[in-house]
């Protein structure tokens, strides 16, 4: 098998999505491996799963910087040390800066609970109810300078349905997050993900699965 490409995983929280890649980087067939996992938070979830793993991890308070740019040159200089290829953000609750844009160009991705463009930021899934969206998702997407704006790579979509509260659709959007984060680190490590200004394309492409979505339902 050829060399794996090398992942840096940064995370805030209690890593369900890091453990959905940690779960496929366990195939034998898949080209992608955790080289670090970086949490912010001391008491992140995330780093006892990497621990259970055997996986590399740091703890790099941002609080203990005077700022971002600061905060962001240490983590820099952590996954440079583990020679990592691709940032993968993990419920990272953090803003990104130049200092890590210019570090990774188009190499940081990240996943939003929503179908962008539609619902950036913070609460997405309480907005998309309260606007009466009929169907939600989520999005992996590369980081780029704004908030959730950069190129689009892969997306899932559910349903919002009737009586949803933002935690059971949030539930709902989560198990398609766990299906779309490695699909999407796959794609990049096999070298098929081509960026050209907003559009990502897949060569050569995959197979689309093509169905129309409809809530209400046309019959019933």
Do not use: W
């Not at 740019?69 to 200089?77: I, K, M, N, P, S």
């Not at 197979?207 to 209400?216: G, S, Y």
Request: net charge negative; hydrophobic share 45%.
């Amino acid at each position: 098998m050829t060399q794996r490409l090398r992942l840096g995983v940064l995370a805030s929280g209690g890593g369900t999505n890091l453990q959905a890649i940690i779960d496929r980087c366990q195939d034998h067939d898949f080209p992608a491996e955790i080289a670090v996992v970086i949490a912010n938070n001391p008491d992140a979830g995330a780093l006892e799963r990497a621990r259970q793993a055997g996986i590399p991890v740091r703890c790099i308070n941002h609080r203990a910087f005077a700022g971002r740019e600061a905060f962001d040159t240490a983590l820099v200089a952590a996954l440079r040390e583990a020679d990592v290829q691709l940032v993968v953000l993990a419920g990272f609750m953090r803003i990104i800066t130049r200092v890590m844009l210019d570090a990774f160009p188009q190499r940081i991705i990240n996943i939003h609970p929503a179908l962008l463009p539609a619902f950036p930021g913070l609460h997405v899934q309480q907005q998309a109810i309260d606007y009466g969206a009929r169907f939600s998702g989520c999005t992996v997407h590369f980081v780029d300078g704004g908030v959730d704006t950069g190129p689009i790579i892969i997306q899932a979509v559910v349903p919002v349905f009737p009586g949803d509260t933002a935690d059971t659709l949030a539930a709902r959007i989560l198990e398609q997050e766990h299906k779309i984060y490695p699909r999407a680190i796959q794609l990049i490590a096999q070298g098929r993900v081509l960026v050209e200004g907003r559009a990502v394309t897949i060569d050569p492409p995959a197979t689309p699965e093509i169905a129309a979505f409809i809530n209400p339902s046309l019959h019933n």
